[in-house]
């Protein structure tokens, strides 16, 4: 393999590795000025959201939007992310953090137990 080829190889992976962090999902704890905490997830170009009843422990995905909250559809809503003024639904974010789950990603708390001392 010579030089060039080498080159282009490397920054054919390279560019590669860029876009799909680019595409990945972000991870984010948000703190709301009233001390409620959510962990959301955004995704560039993503037009689902999970329902404000959702009471699943995990991320939720949200709406990403720049504009005024729509909340008639029931759905999380992400207002104004990298600005001076973020709104989830229609709490003022007092301050919020990017989660980095490949490094953050704890173990289960769940401890396993014997199936037996359960049966007859």
Do not use: R, W
Not at 56 to 70: F, G, S
């Amino acid at each position: 393999m010579n030089i060039p080829e080498m080159i282009m190889t490397i920054l054919i992976s390279i560019g590669i590795g860029k876009f799909s962090e680019y595409q990945s999902p972000k991870y984010y704890e948000l703190e709301t000025v009233d001390g409620n905490v959510y962990n959301v997830k955004v995704e560039k170009n993503h037009k689902y959201a999970c329902p404000l009843h959702c009471k699943a422990d995990h991320y939720h995905n949200v709406i990403l939007t720049e504009n005024d909250i729509d909340y008639s559809n029931g759905s999380y809503v992400l207002m104004g992310l990298g600005q001076e003024t973020v709104y989830i639904n229609s709490y003022e974010v007092a301050d919020y953090s990017k989660i980095n789950i490949k490094k953050d990603k704890k173990k289960s708390q769940i401890k396993p137990f014997n199936v037996q001392t359960y049966l007859p």
